[in-house]
């Protein structure tokens, strides 16, 4: 049964504390992407990955970091220098990512972080 | 600057009778769309894309329509049924400089409402 999964689905952290969000894909997909979404708006990328040990920032990187160590595995740190964690992430992965080629992005269930 | 606009928040319509959400865009370099639906505290699910290339995209009850010179696109659900009331964001992507399509810019998205 092939899809994203992201755990866990709600997450509490203190003020100044890194959290870590996890996302796993088995659609062995080469590109990945976190996105952002606040109430009452669109999703904004944060970074996205289109090869294992390559990522690039997206438009709201500042505050967050992330990992590409294996194709499947595309965990998102928030740390504590970024100012308004707490929202809705997704995450999301598509085919590949080449020149010339448009490949649907498919979501994860998302996590929702709450920093208290 | 909002490149992607919805500018209905919600739409409420019956059920059998068509829907119609409406998405404007202002980057003319955009040349991919496509149509998510969501439901809260859920990742959004792919419905149907477009390319600039074509004006019109069909799949079961979901149709695109694609007005280039008015930057202007539009989803038809014909018939409507209750299980289609959801938020439904418009996403546009443009190729960067290295040719690939790998950012979706997001509407904020309008909430379906289809009343039994």
């Known amino acids: 049964d092939g899809g994203i999964t992201q755990s866990p689905k709600y997450l509490f952290r203190k003020e100044g504390q890194n959290v870590t969000l996890s996302c796993e894909q088995n659609l062995n997909h080469d590109a990945m992407y976190w996105y952002r979404q606040d109430p009452g708006q669109g999703l904004r990328l944060i970074y996205y990955?289109?090869?294992?040990?390559?990522?690039q920032k997206g438009d709201i990187a500042e505050g967050y970091s992330v990992s590409r160590e294996k194709k499947e595995s595309f965990p998102l740190t928030v740390t504590s220098a970024q100012k308004n964690p707490t929202a809705f992430y997704l995450c999301a992965s598509s085919i590949r990512l080449l020149a010339g080629v448009t490949d649907t992005q498919y979501f994860g269930p998302g996590t929702r972080l709450t920093v208290l | 600057d909002q490149q992607v606009k919805q500018n209905s928040p919600s739409l409420s319509v019956q059920e059998g009778r068509i829907s119609i959400l409406n998405c404007d865009y202002t980057n003319s370099m955009f040349d991919y769309f496509l149509w998510y639906k969501k439901y809260p505290a859920e990742g959004p699910t792919f419905l149907i894309s477009i390319s600039s290339i074509k004006d019109k995209n069909e799949d079961g009850r979901f149709t695109v329509f694609l007005n280039k010179s008015a930057k202007h696109l539009s989803l038809h659900i014909v018939p409507s049924q209750p299980g289609d009331s959801a938020v439904y964001f418009c996403a546009a992507s443009a190729r960067n400089s290295g040719g690939s399509n790998y950012k979706l810019t997001f509407g904020k998205g309008t909430l379906l409402t289809v009343n039994p």
């Open positions: 990955s289109q090869i294992v040990n390559d990522f």
